[in-house]
């Protein structure tokens, strides 16, 4: 199993305990939804509707979004 895609706690997230990961550690990490937006490919805009919990990211977004949340430093120094 894969760590950073297999993670229970993670899998298991309701979407608003996932759309509040998303917002803690992009702000612990001191980015910009743009920045972040940017890195994993969307638009600041879908990204906005996922912290908002207006829309829910698709299954490779979702394992983009896990990978953050794991390791954001991987994500900011390797994507984008």
Do not use: C, Y
């Not at 509707?49 to 977004?61: A, L, N, V, Y």
């Amino acid at each position: 199993m894969n760590q950073v895609f297999d993670t229970p706690s993670l899998l298991q997230m309701q979407e608003p305990e996932f759309a509040q990961e998303i917002i803690k550690v992009r702000q612990l990490m001191k980015i910009s939804q743009a920045q972040l937006a940017t890195k994993l490919g969307i638009s600041t805009r879908t990204l906005e509707s996922w912290e908002r919990g207006k829309r829910h990211p698709s299954r490779p977004s979702q394992a983009l979004i896990r990978l953050f949340i794991k390791s954001p430093e991987f994500v900011l120094n390797n994507l984008g």
